[in-house]
């Protein structure tokens, strides 16, 4: 069976690379030909509507959302989907597909949208956002990752400066889970299970538990509760694997922080001792034999 790994042609640090080693040597255990391509080796053409070097599948592991769309056009199963992979990168769009579905979430509320020439001139929304929210206030660019996208403001001044500095970029605003400041967990799914898991704590004054912002980790037992959560939440998505974060209510109950669908599992393998990338390659391999 032969498989493509796309990656992103422009983002080649440690931390990726080591990743696609993980994958490439799971492929090998399993007689699995993985080529590794680039996104910038490809390019979607629309004139080409066949591919005649077609593999059997594509464990795409990027947000090119358009080549990765253009993929399962050209007839291709790409692992995640498409669809999937847009609805986890914006954290906005990943919310509000998980509406009306019973999903536990912290209350969250989107600003307006403005345009990148223009940015957010008439700062008036943020009275609707303070009478609906209580300081202190998470504010999160929608497109974002290792905590670095995600900032708080204690009072009206820090909400200003903090919108100001984010330019025109898409925002959402969300009520503070205190009971979970500085630690959640990180359910890893693949299929219909969840594989790995672990908790996250920061010791520092941060309220990010990432581990890129100062967290630590160990290993981790979840709940039955915290399982059916990041397994559901995974159906809503139409996710194949991803890595959710989850967070403890006031009574511990579970409430779903974000869902990474290219989580670097890592750390999570390291913590775990579970090699989540065999766990993908495993789940790909049955995924195509059934059908
Ligand atoms: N609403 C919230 N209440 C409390 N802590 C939060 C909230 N949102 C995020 N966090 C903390 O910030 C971290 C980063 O947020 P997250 O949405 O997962 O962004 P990223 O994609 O950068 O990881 C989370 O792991 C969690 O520890
Ligand atoms: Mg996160």
Redesign the pocket.
């Known amino acids: 069976m032969e498989g493509w790994l796309i990656t992103n042609g422009f983002l080649s640090t440690q931390k990726f690379q080591e990743l696609y080693e993980m994958f490439r040597e799971s492929a090998k255990k399993y007689s699995l030909d993985l080529k590794l391509i680039k996104n910038d080796e490809i390019l979607v053409d629309i004139a080409i509507e066949e591919c005649t070097m077609k593999p059997d599948f594509v464990l795409f592991w990027d947000k090119d959302i358009k080549l990765a769309a253009y993929l399962e056009k050209l007839g291709i199963r790409v692992f995640n989907p498409a669809r999937s992979i847009e609805l986890c990168d914006d ?1 906005s769009l990943t919310h509000l597909e998980l509406m009306n579905h019973g999903i536990n979430m ?1 209350r969250t509320i989107f600003a307006p949208m403005t345009y990148t020439n223009i940015g957010y001139t008439n700062l008036t929304f943020l009275e609707l956002v303070k009478s609906r929210l209580e300081f202190p206030i ?1 504010i ?1 660019e929608v497109f ?7 900032y708080m403001a204690n009072d009206e001044e820090e909400l200003v400066n903090i919108v100001r500095e984010c330019g025109s970029s898409k925002l959402i605003f ?5 009971s ?5 967990i990180r359910l890893q799914v693949v299929g219909n299970r969840v594989v790995a898991s672990m908790y ?1 704590y ?1 010791d520092t004054d941060d ?4 581990l890129s ?1 100062g ?1 630590k980790m160990k290993g981790y037992t979840p709940t039955k509760e915290q399982e059916n959560l990041a397994i559901k939440t995974c159906k809503i998505l139409g996710l194949d694997f991803a890595g959710v ?1 989850i ?1 403890f209510g006031e009574d511990d109950e579970p409430i779903v ?2 869902v ?1 669908s290219n989580a670097h599992f890592k750390n999570i393998t390291d913590a775990s001792r579970v090699n989540v990338s065999d766990k993908i390659i495993e789940y790909i391999i049955e995924e195509l034999s059934v059908g």
């Open positions: 954290k912290p998470v999160k974002g990752s290792f905590g670095q996208q995600v969300q009520e503070f889970v205190k979970s400041k500085g630690r959640d996250r920061n309220f990010r538990a990432n912002s967290g974060d967070l922080c974000e990474n």
